[in-house]
């Protein structure tokens, strides 16, 4: 069994499911993704363990007030007011893509926060020259056609040629429902990951296990 919960701030209206019992561990989605993209993790997870999935800011339920700009600090932010609510002291927290550069900075701020933590597709490099410029092109690209245009086409690339075969229902979905985002909160994310910094320090100086997932087979990195 699941329980659905919201926490209110200031600056957000933070969505999040709560599964299971013991040791908390956090899940956090990648761009253009919901919370539902755990499932199955979560059903697997949940068995042994306290799990809390949430919308981050701008995704799903998840409403950012005040017109305050999403970045990838003021998510980490949000993740620590969620801690802080459940009154979790310490817990382990695994992000996809997006959701890694968001843990990273997390693990930055609030290192005693953590027994562990992971990143699932994801890097603690600054974006190269490169790629800056293939961000800034896809901001480019939703003012003129919109968000959910943009992910139509980007989402198919996230998987596998098999998963492609095997599983084409769910990439479906997912294309299906990312027609909820705006594409002003789409482009911020990518903005916000564009300009993010190098945190390579921060695994250099980690005191605490640290997971890697990355593969051919799993997500690849959008």
Not at 24 to 51: C, M, N, T
Not at 106 to 115: D, G, Q, R
Not at 117 to 128: E, F
Not at 166 to 187: E, N, R
Request: aromatic fraction near 10%; charge should be neutral.
């Amino acid at each position: 069994m699941s329980a659905l919960k919201t926490i209110s701030t200031n600056h957000y209206e933070l969505f999040y499911e709560e599964a299971g019992y013991g040791f908390p561990i956090i899940l956090l989605h990648g761009f253009g993704e919901d919370r539902s993209i755990w499932d199955e993790q979560v059903l697997a997870l949940s068995k042994k363990y306290r799990v809390l999935i949430p919308d981050l800011p701008g995704t799903g339920k998840s409403i950012q007030k005040n017109n305050e700009i999403i970045t990838i600090d003021s998510m980490a932010e949000a993740i620590h007011a969620l801690l802080r609510y459940e009154m979790i002291n310490e817990c382990i927290v695994l992000g996809h893509s997006m959701g890694g550069y968001i843990t990273l900075c997390f693990a930055e701020k609030y290192p005693e926060c953590l027994k562990a933590w992971g990143l699932i597709h994801s890097t603690a490099y600054a974006d190269s020259a490169e790629k800056k410029g293939m961000r800034t092109k896809g901001i480019e690209v939703m003012e003129q056609y919109g968000g959910y245009a943009f992910l139509k086409n980007t989402i198919p690339n996230l998987f596998s040629i098999t998963s492609k075969q095997q599983i084409p229902s769910k990439i479906t979905a997912l294309i299906d429902q990312s027609a909820a985002f705006l594409t002003s909160t789409l482009q911020a994310y990518y903005a916000t990951m564009r300009d993010r910094p190098d945190r390579t320090h921060v695994l250099s100086s980690a005191t605490v296990p640290v997971l890697f997932i990355a593969g051919t087979e799993v997500w690849r990195l959008l």
